[in-house]
């Protein structure tokens, strides 16, 4: 088993999409990448943590490679946009992969590099070394699963793939 950490706009689309993919055996979402320790929802959305919303997630290297969950993650979201995701505009939606090893670091500036030739405008997906995560309030947690709602800016297509 091995974790990975990916910011792609509001979390619960996120969630709800790595969730489908085989290999990925749990989830969380919650706060990484900003100063403030334990935020809240609340606090995140005032843009004065400097956190992301992101999806903590576990995987199995014998049924999925990170190398593929990169790819996904780009797949799920347009990494050319800045601070937003479809409707939701702010630092917390920014596009980032907060790395665990050195070699997913590797991997992410790899396929990030690769995939930029299939995008007009530059690829912003930031590439950072993780930090602490915040596991989210429950009500965030499988939000779309719970309510049914909650794709946010995820194309249903997307899932297919």
């Not at 929802?41 to 999925?64: K, M, N, P, R, W």
């Not at 990494?79 to 665990?100: C, E, H, K, L």
Request: aromatic share 14%; with cysteine.
């Amino acid at each position: 088993m091995e974790e990975a950490i990916f910011a792609a706009g509001c979390f619960w689309g996120v969630q709800y999409y790595l969730d489908q993919i085989p290999g990925v055996t749990g989830t969380t979402v919650g706060y990484t990448g900003g100063e403030m320790e334990d935020p809240t929802y609340e606090e995140v959305c005032s843009h004065t943590t400097g956190h992301a919303e992101a999806v903590l997630l576990e995987f199995d290297t014998s049924q999925i490679s990170f190398e593929d969950l990169c790819r996904h993650f780009f797949r799920l979201h347009d990494p050319t946009q800045f601070n937003r995701q479809g409707p939701d505009v702010g630092d917390q939606y920014r596009s980032a992969i907060f790395y665990v090893t050195d070699i997913q670091r590797e991997t992410a500036e790899r396929v990030r590099d690769e995939l930029q030739s299939q995008y007009d405008q530059p690829i912003v997906t930031a590439i950072e070394k993780a930090g602490p995560f915040y596991r989210a309030e429950e009500y965030h947690q499988k939000f779309t699963e719970k309510t049914g709602r909650g794709m946010c800016h995820i194309p249903y297509a997307s899932l297919e793939k």
